[in-house]
């Protein structure tokens, strides 16, 4: 039987939740603590992404076909339960709406499955007048503050944009030439950005536009394979470098402010990275995929 | 007064011509040489030059007795004592090699090593090229010599020699020093107005497409210089299992898009791969399986666009930038073989690995549990993190690394005590 519960220090915890904005200027990507295990001793198998809140933390165990749900209580890092139905297969994005639902992607049958908080599931995200819908691949989805739903839509090689009871509301179309998108975010002013792996470039497309443009030029001489993309209040980019194992920081305008962590399997290193939540308080999550676990840093 | 300037300015032209004459003459030997000390007293030593005269086709330098074009006779900085670097000295001359906007150069020719075709002094060929046509380029491009010889069906220009397409120094017309670039260059010798063009590409207007990406313009075992792979339903002309009718408005577009054309004949295959658990997402884009593929004919095996590397290459270009600067390389990713350990459609796996696990994908080649003591498997965690096993991988770097053995650290010391701590010094 392994720990069952994980006990961590977590400086600066208490100030951090009274001083967000301070925090997330400080995040300094030092590490904090690793989750590997739930409390049956069933270990983190290939992670892929990380949703979180100021005191939860639900990670997509994608190798595991499952979600798992941690607490964050005071310096404490506690499981609170698994989700596992067979609906839930491969999940490689976990998101929260303002409503405490957990939706996931599928991504073996590239569907998006809606959860209660407590992990019962609700069925599958069902998408209403989409142009070209039965040609529709989701490769990620995000939801924004007003329960709105993006979906990358590889086939489409476009953004889609929808209620949250799936109507459909408009599209934003990604460059036509050899990219590969994998990720996207979307910001609080509303301003998408979205990731291609292949050209290391972002690119982005303001509240109401219907393209995207290049933000910046490549960051080919900073990144090998980014898929992965998140931003925290101030409109700051953290980019998932999967192959480079490591998290680069970019300006709002796309500019190289840094890059955190690095390769290998030590405390603090990562191994072909993917996800990455930024609770708001100080925190960052990081789906350590081929690590296995899940990396707290602060 | 009118005899005197009659008399004096006849008189006066006289001494001026006589004097720039007489001043020319002075220039032109300034330095008193000796009759054929430009050139022809040199074979009074290089005697071997004579033989040499007796080729068809000499220099005109050489022709015109005139060494000290090229060599100076005393000293040099220069091998050969060549009054400047070879390349220089020729471009001296021949200032018409590379046009002003060249899309495509020789590198032998930028290079400036211009005797890797050409002797400077007399040859048995046209230009003094040192072999004839083809024969001189497939000294160097000996795999597409090879591929020529043993063409089933020849391309009559490739026949008469390269240049029938190529200009040996640059190109301002086209890429790989094509004169012009395809279909243009094809379209001068095949009139595509002609019925017998059109009924071979079933009334498709194939004559704004790219002629290679079906034909092997330097020839091929298949009829009609078709690469050596075809695709079956291509072969047999059956265009319209994949598009619409030629006269159609937009003839080369496909019946569905992505993995849903090839669906109808590859069904087994794209639903197999579509129930795996990871899935190279390339394959269901917009593009899918043409992102790899090419739907008619391909010099490749599994019809691939380009070898694998290249095809690989197109997105994780990091990877094989990282080999290029790696000291030890696996052999696989040299060779072009990824699909020795990766999955390219879809895997049960993560990074899209062949076998269950990292062991049995390197045991497909490397029988390690006779030539390994340590122990790796799904038994042994790893030290270093309580979520892994010890397998190849814990000490091995897949690619490649800069040091030996593809280890991850500079020394095999420093890579056991990454887990053997207690020996860390």
Redesign the interface.
Known sequence: MRTVVIHILIMALGLCLTKTAVCEQALIFQPVVSIYSDTDGKGLLHPEDVACTADSIFIADTGNNRLVHYGLEGNEVKFVAQIHFSQLQNPIRVQLTSKGEIWALSSKDRRIVRMTADGQFLGNFEMKSVPDQENIVPRSFRIDRDDKVYILDIHGNRVLVLSARGDFLRQIDLPKELTAFADFVVANSGTIYAVDSVAARIHTASKDAESFTPLAKSLKDRMNFPTYITTDNSGNLYVTDQNGGKIVLLGVDGSFRGQKAGKGWAEGLLNYPVGVCLNGNGLAFVADRNNNRVQIFR | MRLRSDFIIPFLAFLLCFGLLSGAHGADNKFNLKEGAKGKNCLNCHDSFEEMLKNPFIHTPLKNWDCTGCHNPHASRHGKFLDAEAGEICVSCHTDLFPEKAVSTHKVAIEGTCVKCHDPHAAKYKFNLINNGKTLCFECHKELGSKVAAAKYKHMPVEKGCVSCHDPHASAGGLTLLKENVPGLCLKCHDSSKLVFKKQHGGFPVEGARCTSCHDPHGSSQKGLLYDKVHVPFAKKQCKRCHDESSAAEPFKTKA??Y?LCLGCHSNMINENL?????H??M???VGCLNCHTAHASAQDGLLKKPMTEVCA??????VQ?LQTVETKHSPVTEGSCTSCHSPHAANQ??MLNEPSVVEVCASCHDWQKHSTHPIGDDYK?P?????VVDCLSCHRSHGTPYGKMMHAPSQTEMCT?CHSAFRR
Not at chain 2, 275 to 279: F, I, V, Y
Request: hydrophobic fraction near 30%.
């Open positions: 898009e992505g849903k129930a795996k658990s990871r899935l997402w390339p269901l884009d917009g197109q997105c994780h270009g990091d990877t990282w993560v990074l790893d270093r993190n309580e979520n892994l990454t």
